[in-house]
């Protein structure tokens, strides 16, 4: 078939950026940690999960100095639930990709996953701490605070999230996961780091906000007292900064990477319109979200390790994709998670080519051609690449500058896409 022509974009979304990202951090901790928490000697945990936080590395060596500044000895906890393969070296390996290491920040990583039971909250939950934080003086909470892909409330994936499901290890995952046929996983989510937080383990936390732009938005310092209501807070400025899609209604979405390292579910669901069952039309968190026919994966991330949780809301991958997957971590992933479906195998297709092809030709006709949108992955919305039946849709939009007019797609020899993201 004769393919679309296509043409680049860029959408322009709000920019905030921290410009000293040490400084900032220095200045958030004192802000809110408590001085006699943080003592000569003391042995503080600093958590850091595995999603691809921009500046990770930069800003956990901030926290990292700054503690060491007020006398205590810090340590980094892998905080990813099941992640890694549920093993210490897999999630070690992990952070390393980041450059978290203790050369890297300059604190030891102490990668384990036994956890001790710490008690049974009023919603019935079963909570976990890893042992590595039982045993310390004081813990840190660090993580980004974004929209959830899974589930919508006042709270969603931050610090309460890591505190509960990174902290938790592989049995505290499988917990509260488990909970989603009852209560609900933010709520078991939110019940378990209540226990946590309320029991003065946790110090502190410091909150990272991005940009569209994959950068450093903010730094926000969260102190225990009125732990969750300012999270809360934080989340909404979150859902303000988020990319999107430049169309509400797209008959394929070509994304060039799937991974763990871009979204817990591989693809940001906020951003696609879809969870693991696919979209569904009238499901309350899914409206005003984008409406996609087909969505097709070209590649899997080196950082996701053969993870390739959330391929199941793709229906056609490529084989170079499929050569990727490591079927044990994902399925440990998606079983965790309750949510199997993310584990699915779409249909496998040769290559970029015959990937759109099919896209095309298993969605709905247009007389004025199909409408495909081409995006590295969820996280970087910045550059886009759109079919030429988008064209008129798009003319005249403030927030969208058309770089070039439409052109026919340029593959190489493996039949691969030629695209400049």
């Not at 940690?33 to 956990?60: C, E, F, H, Q, Y």
């Not at 064209?391 to 439409?406: K, V």
């Amino acid at each position: 078939m004769t393919l679309p022509r296509i043409f680049p974009i860029r959408q322009s979304f709000p920019r905030p950026s921290v410009d000293d990202i040490t400084a900032r951090a220095e200045a958030e901790l004192e802000r809110v940690l408590p001085a006699d928490r943080i003592s000569d000697g003391a042995k503080i945990g600093v958590t850091v999960g595995s999603r691809g936080i921009a500046n990770i590395a930069g800003i956990t060596r901030a926290v990292v100095g700054y503690l060491k500044s007020r006398g205590a000895s810090p340590f980094i906890i892998p905080a990813m639930g099941s992640h890694g393969g549920a093993t210490a070296e897999g999630q070690a390996h992990l952070l390393a990709h980041y450059g978290v290491t203790e050369d890297g920040v300059g604190a030891p990583v102490h990668a384990a996953m036994e956890t001790e039971h710490q008690g049974t909250t009023a919603e019935g939950v079963e909570v976990y701490l890893a042992k590595t934080a039982v045993e310390a003086d004081g813990v840190v909470l660090l993580n980004r605070i974004k929209p959830h892909t899974d589930y919508k409330g006042p709270i969603e994936s931050g610090l309460t999230k890591i505190c509960a499901i990174g902290l938790g290890k592989l049995d505290g995952a499988t917990e509260y996961h488990s909970r989603i046929f009852d209560i609900g996983l933010g709520d078991a989510i939110r019940s378990a780091a209540g226990l946590i937080v309320g029991s003065g383990k946790v110090v502190g936390g410091l909150a990272i906000l991005e940009n569209a732009y994959h950068d450093t938005a903010d730094l926000v310092g969260v102190s225990t007292d009125g732990f969750f209501e300012q999270e809360a807070e934080i989340l909404k400025t979150a859902f303000g900064l988020m990319g999107k899609l430049p169309l509400m209604e797209l008959d394929v979405l070509y994304c060039q990477s799937l991974g763990k390292n871009i979204s817990g579910a591989g693809m940001d669901t906020n951003i696609i319109g879809r969870g693991v069952y696919g979209y569904i039309p009238g499901t309350p968190w899914m409206e005003g979200l984008p409406a996609i026919t087909r969505i097709c994966l070209s590649d899997l991330t080196d950082e996701s390790d053969g993870n390739s949780v959330g391929m199941g809301m793709a229906e056609y991958i490529t084989r170079r994709f499929r050569d990727k997957i490591d079927h044990k971590v994902t399925n440990l992933n998606c079983m965790t998670a309750n949510s199997p479906a993310g584990a699915r195998m779409p249909i496998v297709l040769a290559d970029d080519r015959e990937l759109l092809e099919a896209g095309i030709k298993t969605s709905p006709r247009r007389e004025d051609g199909p409408r495909v949108a081409l995006i590295r992955d969820t996280l970087s919305l910045e550059n886009v690449y759109l079919s030429e039946a988008c064209l008129p849709l798009i003319e005249g939009r403030e927030d969208i500058e058309i770089i070039e007019e439409p052109a026919d797609p340029v593959f190489d020899d493996d039949g691969h896409l030629q695209l400049s993201f």
